[in-house]
């Protein structure tokens, strides 16, 4: 009898092991814990440099020239206005740029920057104010400028299209030969008289471009400005000649192309 009880008792131990078994839960693969990884923001300063290509046009208006000893060019010769368009003033620009960005909720970004630029754009030009001379030989150029500028765009996660417009200022030179003819009317180069003028011009700016962040720091730029340095009044004293000089009304305009890295903070 006890061999009895003894095999009920295992033959009840062994089906309570097995359905206690049954009802316990397989281990479940956990899920994978989400990363969170921020939006890009265009909020923050950043500094870089750029390299491009401008061109453009001076003219000088109301030209006049003045001999005032009465010596190597036509004697008193007062001569009437010209006006002079020196064409294509093209060349090369670079710089470096720094600016603050704010971008809001909307995606709406505002901003503000500087830049300064050196250039080699400049152009020359010669000819007759009159049948009877002087002969003029003159060259403009833009030494450097820089703007301050507002800039408004919209960001597109990491790319950004904006506007810009705002304050420029730049350096114009300018030179100027002037010869009396000889017997053939042909330039008389030992007649020369010459100077030369700088003025720091002021006018305004406007443009726009793209950027793309291609790390959370570091963005490129495309960038397109229209630079109007205004009219300024010039005034060319010539060596040699005392008391000549040449006065004139002068500007410039300029379209410049560049790109441009940066890098965020």
């Not at 001999?67 to 010209?82: K, Q, Y």
């Not at 030179?175 to 100077?195: K, N, R």
């Amino acid at each position: 009898m006890n061999r009895s009880l003894l095999l009920g008792a295992a033959a009840l131990l062994a089906t309570g092991t097995a359905s206690l078994a049954a009802d316990m839960p397989y281990p479940v693969k956990a899920e994978p814990v989400a990363v969170f990884v921020p939006a890009f923001s265009w909020t923050g300063l950043y500094l870089g440099g750029n390299a491009g290509y401008a061109w453009g046009e001076s003219k000088a208006t109301d030209v006049l020239f003045f001999d005032s000893t009465g010596g190597v060019f036509t004697p008193g010769g007062l001569f009437a206005g010209n006006d002079v368009n020196f064409g294509n003033m093209d060349g090369w620009v670079a710089g470096g740029q720094i600016g603050y960005n704010y971008q809001f909720e909307n995606n709406v970004v505002l901003g503000v920057e500087a830049d300064f630029q050196w250039t080699g754009a400049e152009e020359g030009i010669a000819f007759y104010a009159t049948p009877a001379g002087p002969y003029y030989q003159s060259s403009a150029e833009l030494e450097w400028f820089g703007t301050v500028r507002a800039r408004l765009g919209y960001a597109f996660d990491r790319l950004l299209v904006y506007g810009t417009g705002g304050f420029a200022y730049g350096k114009v030179s300018s030179s100027t030969t002037v010869f009396g003819l000889d017997g053939g009317g042909a330039p008389d180069f030992t007649t020369a008289a010459g100077g030369s003028h700088d003025n720091v011009n002021t006018g305004w700016t406007v443009g726009g471009g793209l950027e793309y962040a291609i790390t959370d720091n570091w963005i490129l730029r495309g960038e397109y400005l229209y630079v109007d340095l205004g009219e300024s009044n010039v005034t060319t004293y010539l060596a040699g000649t005392s008391g000549s000089f040449v006065s004139a009304k002068a500007d410039l305009t300029s379209n410049i192309v560049r790109a441009a890295i940066s890098y965020k903070f």
